[in-house]
């Protein structure tokens, strides 16, 4: 184990943070500017302006993993997604935004080669955008097969029809491919083999976009979160991605690398509200004294310090491990640190929060945002209650194990 930065990932955390410096940062008004307008469901033209220059500096799709043609390992991609998440719009400069990394990567893995023609590569181009709808207003998503939207087969097309919400990024005019799981076999004994996922192109007949769904306030425009009716809507049997009954299958190989992504990305956000926190704190005078002498905030500083490094370390091991053992081994250290993360992200942002007084509810710091988008992924792509069940059941799966081992050797 070996969480040295190569000299290949030492040269893009170079340019990264280069071209953060001196571009992004500068242009955080712009972005703020756009967002607040009334053109802030358009795409946002400082984001557009800056994806040329981060492709010519050799910063585009990062993310894509060496096992589907990419030229990082998820070890390596680490640093580099913490870089691009001090700045919560920056990583779609890069092509390395949710939801369109977690539907490529779908797409490279279980696509047919005219699916990936057809859909993925413009999406890796960033001509367009993409959603995946999954989650439903009247079931609990946390357990996938709760899932209802009905599939059915009709010749050589499928009918849908059924209700999405937290559809996110379908609020963006260039979205133009949805990935859609729902149940084509509801009667099926195995729960897992009844949902199917297929791909639906955004403007299809009987698609009806409901409305957006704010988070804390904030509608992320044009990105979005969207609840969408679908309504007798109808695509080729060709859209099947690998196949009937293995929705679920698709579900679980897409959510770990997203999964991770959400948590690298975090760990920015995290380092960002500490910089701020710090700066702060020795900036402002309170009871005749910096905010940075009062010993409750030294302990929070350090706290945050500790944590933040202690969530970074358990996230290039759960990398680490996904790539040298494969996604599916490494499903308990990618839940714990889907728990931790976030949990750590929220804690030090509202530490943050609390030494900017009144000002950091405010949008002046950034912390108010920081905090609803940290707070939103503990439930984004299952909420903490579900990984901390599914480590716990591993866990004792394991000790029970060992136990049963040492137990025999004893007796031998």
Same mark, same amino acid.
């Given at each position: 184990?070996?969480?040295?930065?190569?000299?290949?990932?030492?040269?893009?955390?170079?340019?990264?943070?280069?071209?953060?410096?001196?571009?992004?940062?500068?242009?955080?008004?712009?972005?703020?500017?756009?967002?607040?307008?009334?053109?802030?469901?358009? #795409?946002?033209?400082?984001?557009?302006?800056?994806?040329?220059?981060?492709?010519?500096?050799?910063?585009?799709?990062?993310?894509? #993993?060496?096992?589907?043609?990419?030229?990082?390992?998820?070890?390596?991609?680490?640093?580099?997604?913490?870089?691009?998440?001090?700045?919560?719009?920056?990583?779609?400069?890069?092509?390395?935004? @949710? #939801?369109?990394?977690?539907?490529?990567?779908?797409?490279?893995?279980?696509?047919?080669?005219?699916?990936?023609?057809?859909?993925?590569?413009?999406?890796?181009?960033?001509?367009?955008?993409?959603?995946?709808?999954?989650?439903?207003?009247?079931?609990?998503?946390?357990?996938?097969?709760?899932?209802?939207?009905?599939?059915?087969?009709?010749?050589?097309?499928?009918?849908?029809?059924?209700?999405?919400?937290?559809?996110?990024?379908?609020?963006?005019?260039?979205?133009?491919?949805?990935?859609?799981?729902?149940?084509?076999?509801?009667?099926?004994?195995?729960?897992?083999?009844?949902?199917?996922?297929?791909?639906?192109?955004?403007?299809?007949?009987?698609?009806?976009?409901?409305?957006?769904?704010?988070?804390?306030?904030?509608?992320?425009?044009?990105?979005?979160?969207?609840?969408?009716?679908?309504?007798?809507?109808?695509?080729?049997?060709?859209?099947?991605?690998?196949?009937?009954?293995?929705?679920?299958?698709?579900?679980?190989?897409?959510?770990?690398?997203? +999964?991770?992504?959400?948590?690298?990305?975090?760990?920015?956000?995290?380092?960002?509200?500490?910089?701020?926190?710090?700066?702060?704190?020795?900036?402002?005078?309170?009871?005749?004294?910096?905010?940075?002498?009062?010993?409750?905030?030294?302990?929070?500083?350090?706290?945050?310090?500790?944590?933040?490094?202690?969530? +970074?370390?358990?996230?290039?091991?759960?990398?680490?491990?996904?790539?040298?053992?494969?996604?599916?081994?490494?499903?308990?250290?990618? @839940?714990?640190?889907?728990?931790?993360? #976030?949990?750590?992200?929220?804690?030090?942002?509202?530490?943050?929060?609390?030494?900017?007084?009144?000002?950091?509810?405010?949008?002046?710091?950034?912390?108010?945002?920081?905090?609803?988008? @940290?707070?939103?992924?503990?439930?984004?792509?299952?909420?903490?209650?579900?990984?901390?069940?599914?480590?716990?059941?591993?866990?004792?799966?394991?000790?029970?194990?060992?136990?049963?081992?040492?137990?025999?050797?004893?007796?031998?």
């Amino acid at each position: 184990m070996n969480f040295d930065y190569t000299p290949k990932v030492q040269e893009l955390r170079k340019k990264l943070f280069a071209f953060m410096d001196e571009h992004v940062y500068p242009n955080e008004h712009r972005w703020h500017e756009h967002a607040r307008s009334e053109r802030r469901w358009e #795409p946002v033209p400082v984001i557009e302006e800056l994806k040329p220059k981060a492709r010519a500096a050799g910063l585009w799709n990062l993310w894509r #993993p060496k096992t589907h043609g990419g030229a990082l390992t998820n070890l390596e991609y680490a640093p580099l997604c913490e870089i691009m998440g001090r700045v919560h719009w920056a990583p779609e400069l890069f092509n390395c935004s @949710a #939801p369109d990394t977690g539907n490529m990567e779908t797409l490279l893995k279980y696509g047919t080669p005219e699916q990936v023609k057809q859909w993925c590569e413009p999406l890796l181009e960033g001509r367009i955008r993409s959603a995946f709808l999954m989650t439903e207003p009247n079931v609990a998503s946390s357990d996938a097969t709760n899932i209802q939207t009905r599939i059915k087969r009709e010749g050589e097309h499928y009918v849908i029809n059924g209700t999405k919400w937290w559809s996110s990024g379908a609020g963006d005019p260039r979205c133009k491919i949805y990935i859609v799981m729902g149940k084509t076999d509801p009667d099926n004994s195995s729960r897992h083999s009844q949902q199917s996922m297929l791909l639906v192109p955004a403007g299809t007949p009987g698609i009806k976009v409901l409305r957006h769904l704010p988070v804390f306030g904030y509608d992320d425009a044009p990105h979005g979160h969207m609840e969408i009716e679908l309504k007798d809507v109808r695509v080729p049997v060709s859209n099947v991605l690998l196949g009937e009954g293995r929705g679920f299958e698709i579900a679980q190989g897409r959510l770990g690398p997203g +999964r991770i992504h959400h948590c690298m990305r975090l760990l920015g956000q995290a380092e960002a509200a500490l910089e701020k926190m710090c700066r702060r704190a020795t900036e402002r005078v309170a009871f005749g004294r910096p905010v940075a002498d009062q010993g409750v905030t030294r302990e929070r500083i350090a706290e945050a310090r500790i944590m933040i490094d202690a969530a +970074r370390y358990m996230v290039l091991n759960a990398a680490w491990k996904m790539d040298t053992v494969g996604n599916k081994a490494a499903k308990k250290e990618i @839940a714990m640190i889907k728990v931790f993360a #976030p949990n750590v992200a929220c804690k030090v942002i509202d530490w943050a929060i609390q030494v900017h007084g009144g000002g950091g509810v405010s949008d002046d710091f950034g912390l108010a945002y920081a905090y609803a988008h @940290a707070r939103t992924l503990r439930f984004a792509d299952g909420p903490d209650e579900v990984h901390r069940n599914q480590i716990a059941k591993m866990e004792i799966g394991e000790q029970t194990s060992i136990a049963d081992a040492l137990s025999k050797m004893k007796r031998a």
